[in-house]
């Protein structure tokens, strides 16, 4: 049975300075509280895995957090750059990152060959590209059937996968709605999976067939509601465009970043106490 | 007869949009391929099916999405499904007929970049990466690309390669083991460019109105072929321009911002 903790209890004793952390939420319930509480609590040389390492990955990258970055594709969705991120490659600020590329359909697989203890992914998606020579993470199988020649990856098996869903019940099993992007597949393919979720519940009310975590999967669950916040929880809060848009003139400079970080992450206490303090901010 | 004033973009976006047909299944990129699938849905393609990569199944967004999965795009679906199920049964499953694409940068052979602007270690521009595309520009039956036409978009040689096109040209990608025709259509803001069926060097087939062969040749970071068959794309419609405009004016309300993936 899941641990119902607090988010701070989870990422103490779950995260190290080194893990491999997947954060996973296809723009929507991106589990933004955990990476704050992360930053908080000032986490070193994380290797840092994510599809689309939006605004997340850019506070965690700025705050000094990660060593390296696996991804398949890095933006602030219908705003621009990461600042932070391209900071840290071209830089080294605050600390060198090494990047790892990957395409989406093989971060997809990855994450499948992981939850399923196969050892590699298997796709076509790379032929012509200049990804494999810049990534030795690209290799290439030949099909013992039809001797088609394919790329394969290895599979990822973070020690770390942070998620946030809608609601948990009691126990810990978990309901997760909408589009549920490869949250299932990083939480199955990691060691210790956290998530944070909006309610906790008597009952999930679940249709058959929901995207539901069995509680025997989840290692710890934390109550922090509005913890997808700037990005969406379907059925709970849009997502917050401003302070996506504003965060490419917060990110922007190293100045105003170190600024945003250390009055509204450092300076406060949890998630909630981060939502009063960016009221009226943004 | 008074003439309508649109801008460039506008006719390429109308222009992108009339080539898709009622009943396309259509893997969808963000920003332009996007804002032209949905004007072909809301004008002569309401059946067309609109996949997302976020694993939206027929998404119906009345504004267009600033992300690839704003919480519209499912509301309006005909189903949910999971990132890597949506690469593996629908796309390379082969049921999508048109992948549509954007990019930064595009070569002869309509291969594309979407990583880098300069060299990948030391880049000028670092862009967002591969997200979709190569899988798309691999698996799609066909690939169409719109992007506008320059010569920092339309170069002799791509900084980085992140997506096939027809590769070298000729039968190379026929033997490479990518499936589908690859790129069938690149539709810019002066013309639609179709490969040579020989060569599959990309070949200027359609000019918008107003717009003359030598602006074109003078955007092409290439000897640009023109074919002796040259036509003259129609100018877009009232009710074209007006549906465009709406589409546009509802998202800039519900986003604060209009989203044409510039």
Sequence with gaps: ????????????????????????????????????????????????????????????????????????WGGNPGVGSLHRFRDA???????????????????????????SGMPFAVLRGYIGSDLPKYNSNIKSVTCPFTGEKLAATPAINPDVTVIHAQKADKKGNILIQGIIGVQKEAVLASKIAIVTVEEIVDDL???????????????????????????????YYERDNVFCRNWDLIGREREKFQEWIDKHIYGTADFSEFKKSIQGEL | MSELSYTPNEMMTVTAARNLKNGDVCFVGIGLPSAASNLARLIHAPEVVLIYESGTIGAKPHVLPLSI?????????????????????????????????????????????????????????????????????????????????????????????TSAGHLTGGDSREKS?????????????????????????????????????????????????????????????????????ILNSNTAKKHGAVVTGD
Excluded at chain 1, 32 to 44: L, N, P, S, T, V
Excluded at chain 1, 208 to 230: F, I, M, Q, Y
Excluded at chain 2, 199 to 227: C, M, Q, R
Aim: glycine share 10%.
């Design chain 1, 1 to 72: 049975m899941a641990k119902i903790i607090s988010l701070k209890e989870a990422i103490h004793e779950y995260v190290k300075d080194g893990s491999v952390i997947a954060m996973e939420g296809f723009t929507h319930l991106i589990p933004f509280a955990a990476g704050h509480e992360i930053i908080r609590q000032r986490k070193k040389n994380l290797t840092l895995i994510r599809m689309t390492p939006d605004l997340i990955y850019d506070q965690m990258i700025g705050a000094g957090c990660a060593s390296k970055l696996i991804f398949s």
């Design chain 2, 177 to 245: 083991g990518a499936r589908g025709k690859g790129p069938t259509k690149v539709i810019t803001d002066m013309g639609i460019l179709e490969p040579d069926p020989m060569t599959k060097e990309l070949v200027l087939t359609h000019i918008h109105p107003g717009v003359n062969v030598e602006d074109v040749k003078k955007a092409t970071g290439w000897e640009l072929k023109i074919s002796p068959d040259l036509k003259v794309t129609t100018v877009p419609t009232a009710h074209e321009l007006e549906v465009l405009r």
């Design chain 1, 205 to 235: 009310n679940a249709p058959v067939n929901a995207c539901v975590l069995p509680h025997w999967v989840v290692t710890a669950v934390c109550v922090v509601p509005g913890g997808a916040h700037p990005s969406y929880a379907h059925g």
């Design chain 2, 69 to 161: 999965g704003d919480g519209e795009l499912a509301e309006t679906a005909d189903t949910v499904v999971s990132v890597p199920e949506i690469f593996r049964y629908w796309l390379q499953g082969g049921r999508v007929k048109v992948g549509f694409l954007g990019a930064a940068q595009i070569d002869r052979f309509a291969n594309i970049n979407t990583t880098v602007i300069g060299p990948y270690e030391n880049p000028k521009v670092r862009l967002p990466g591969a997200g979709g595309a190569p899988e798309i520009a691999s698996s799609a039956q066909e690939v169409w690309i719109i992007l506008k036409q320059s010569l920092r978009t339309f170069v002799s040689k791509l900084d980085f390669m």
């Design chain 1, 89 to 115: 490659v071209q830089s080294g600020w605050p600390v060198p990152l090494k990047i790892e590329e990957h395409g989406h359909a093989d971060m997809a697989s990855r994450y499948q060959a992981g939850a």
